[in-house]
């Protein structure tokens, strides 16, 4: 069976092109980049060429990139190292809709005796700017704010906030895993001061991230040891995966413009197909301003799961809006703080596209998804009792 795959928000496939690119750097090219010796010195050429291609992406400077391992570990690295370079300020901000690589560290850090504040989102998963602006003092340390939410594909005003967070000499680091690729972003013209990105989200293979790090930012490793990425990140580099994710990024500028067309008139149609279809359904985030490629849909009366079963009996993969992963069958935090109602919040369906999504499979979903909604609330006693009389 070959797969439908709407569920590149959690992972995308590697590019072929960026499989090529990396392929010499197992077995032939093996060199440590940091090797005096002229085989070291190729890949550390490559790594370097990466570097600008990374850059270039972001509108920023080579030397503003730490390569990292992940875009969790690119998360907790830019939120303890303002909390090291600002001993005296024991305030953190960040966003009661982050993901976890952000909220988990900020709770932890409540335990070492943080003052962390939340902000809130509106109905549609908007970011309350007024709370931010009340909660920014000369305590703040960091604020954490992510470019584009993962489950809902919700885009948060960023610059604006990280205007509001400089205006009180904190520093803003923003989350842009799911932006990077998907929206244009400019750091030369931005004042945000640290920005997480990661490979495995935007075709580059799972493993790899990246720290931006304005120029003149102070900064605190997380890693400690060798010189590598210019002391700020110790750890003999993953040239290959540098080199993949250098490659991602230089195509993920060249299909931007496809995203924000084809990927995003499919996922239009994906969307308006299904709202039209199939009632008492919701979409997640409607009203705010959307990646091109999410939708997240809540359907009443329906386990999130039990869709997510029937799909995948079909070869069609998407995500629900419940924290399954974590044994539980609460909704995820997103929905609850976008205070989505707890029968919709349990039947939301996440689909995200990229451009591998073709039309004939969005046709499949548009032709599959109406039958199933409707023989499972027609199987769940509240379903049945709450539509009847309806059609
Ligand atoms: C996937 C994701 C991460 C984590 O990136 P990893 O490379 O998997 O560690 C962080 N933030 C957001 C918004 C994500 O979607």
Not at 50 to 79: K, M, Q, Y
Not at 260 to 289: C, F, W, Y
């Amino acid at each position: 069976m070959k797969e439908i795959y709407l569920d590149n928000n959690a992972t995308t496939k590697v590019d072929e092109d960026v499989f090529e690119e990396m392929r010499p750097y197992f077995c032939e090219l093996y060199g440590n980049p940091s090797s005096m010796h002229f085989f070291g010195g190729q890949v550390q050429s490559k790594v370097t060429e990466a570097r600008v291609r990374v850059a270039e992406l972001l509108g920023a400077e080579p030397e503003e990139i730490i390569f990292t391992a992940c875009g969790t570990e690119s998360d907790n690295a830019a939120i303890r190292s303002a909390l090291e370079v600002f001993p005296e300020r024991r305030h953190i901000i960040t966003s009661r809709v982050e993901h976890p690589a952000v909220l988990t560290q900020c709770r932890n850090l409540t335990q070492k005796g943080y003052r962390v504040t939340e902000i809130g989102v509106d109905g549609a998963g908007r970011l309350d700017m007024e709370e931010l602006k009340a909660a920014v003092d000369t305590d703040t340390a960091i604020v954490s704010l992510m470019w584009a939410n993962n489950e809902t594909g919700v885009i948060f005003p960023v610059e604006e906030a990280a205007a509001i967070t400089k205006s009180k000499g904190a520093l803003f680091h923003s989350d842009a895993v799911q932006a990077i690729g998907k929206i244009p972003i400019n750091m030369a013209a931005s004042s945000i001061d640290m920005l997480s990105l990661s490979g495995h989200k935007l075709h580059a293979p799972k493993g790899i991230g990246a720290l931006y790090l304005r120029r003149g930012t102070p900064f605190r490793p997380f890693m400690v040891g060798g010189h590598q990425e210019k002391s700020r990140r110790a750890g003999t580099e993953n040239a290959a995966a540098i080199i993949a994710l250098g490659k991602a990024c230089q195509l993920a500028g060249q299909y931007m413009e496809v995203e924000n067309t084809v990927v995003k008139a499919m996922r239009d149609r994906l969307q308006e197909s299904l709202m039209a279809a199939i009632p008492h359904a919701r979409i997640n985030g409607g009203g705010a301003e959307l990646l091109p490629n999410t939708t997240s849909i809540a359907f009443e009366f329906v386990e999130g799961e039990a869709i997510l079963l029937l799909l995948s009996e079909l070869g069609i993969c998407a995500s629900s809006g419940s924290a399954c992963t974590s044994g539980s069958l609460e909704p995820s935090h997103v929905l609850r703080a976008m205070g989505v109602p707890f029968t919709c919040a349990h039947g939301s369906i996440r689909f995200s596209l990229s451009r591998y999504t073709t039309d004939a499979e969005i046709d499949t979903v548009i032709r599959e998804m109406p039958p199933i909604i409707a023989r499972l609330r027609q199987m769940s006693p509240f379903g049945r009792e709450f539509l009847k009389g309806e059609k």
